[in-house]
């Protein structure tokens, strides 16, 4: 059963731009024949959900350091911190590592999360050069 927390999660999917670009990671796994997917900033796991869901002999890891206020120029820790209606910024960080990581119990142990610490924030275009090269030495190291 859904906590509410993971219920908010599920809500705010119809707010979230995000999905536009979900279709290229399965695209350039399919290339690569990739079996193993490092995501680096996991966010609301929507991503993380999307890839396990549309490939499925795939293992995930996500790495996120799930930490409040991490860049003052993103938004993106007031949108959780205001989706779970939480006075803490650090708490509502913390709620989201837990939602996020209960969410990806269903695929029964291919999809794992782990909180970073100490990292420095990243742009979310090298976020992406680091996934697909991440895939790519994957994929090398698999022949
Ligand atoms: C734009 S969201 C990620 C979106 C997600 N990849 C998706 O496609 O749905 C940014 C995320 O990056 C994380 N982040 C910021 N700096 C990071 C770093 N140095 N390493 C890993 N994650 C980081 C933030 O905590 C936040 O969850």
Redesign the pocket.
Known sequence: MLNQDQIALEKNKQACS?FG??GIVPHLAGVVNAKKIL??????G??ADFMCTVLPGITYVG?????AN??PN?I?CYDVQRLFDAVDSQNA?DRLFNAVSSNLKKFQGRASLEK?HG????S?KM?VLILCISMVITRTRAL
Do not use: C, K, N, T
């Open positions: 995000w670009s979900y995501e680096i900033g996991v966010a609301y929507y991503h790495v996120d350091p799930f930490q991490y860049d993103d993106f960080m970073s990292l420095l924030p990243i979310f976020r």
